[in-house]
């Protein structure tokens, strides 16, 4: 699997946590499977992807647990706001995705929610390793390090 490029579009929402808790091995870009009245939720800027992940459901892989608030105008026509939602990979992805993730123990993360080039809703899913404590502290460690000598940088000139 390919890294796929970033995202091109506007993004919606992005899953902060997520490199903070994980490793993210790889990316890619699946499609979603969303109503209309989730699309323009979307459109508005509102979602989240705090907690949520992705996962097999009927030999498919579904985000689960995404937050997409529900769209006032569409009145009765509204969605469950963190109903599981279908994306849409090839099967050979797919394949890959699902023996990745029972036999190295990876978990498939959100990254982001976004809108590519011709309009269409894209998930990020990042294959991730858990972090443990100390490896947590030592990215914030690294990254205190990283922002002080650049700012020491800047001084001597």
Known sequence: M????????????????????????????????LTG??????????????ESYAGPMEGELYLFNAHIPEYRPANQFNHAPRRPRKLLVRRK?????LGAAQRRGVTLVPLAIYFNKRGLAKVA?????????????????????????QRLLREKG
């Not at 009245?37 to 705090?50: Q, T």
């Open 2 to 33: 390919a890294p796929k490029s970033g995202q091109e579009g506007e993004t919606v929402a992005r899953n902060r946590r997520a490199r903070h808790d994980y490793f993210i091995d790889d990316t890619l870009e699946a499609g979603v499977m």
């Open 93 to 97: 992805q797919l394949n890959e995705l």
């Open 125 to 149: 899913i990042g294959l991730a390793r858990g972090k443990k404590q100390h490896d947590k502290r030592e990215t914030v460690k690294q990254r205190d390090w990283q922002r002080e000598k």
């Open 37 to 50: 009245s989730e699309v323009k939720s979307l459109r508005a800027g509102r979602a989240s992807l705090n």
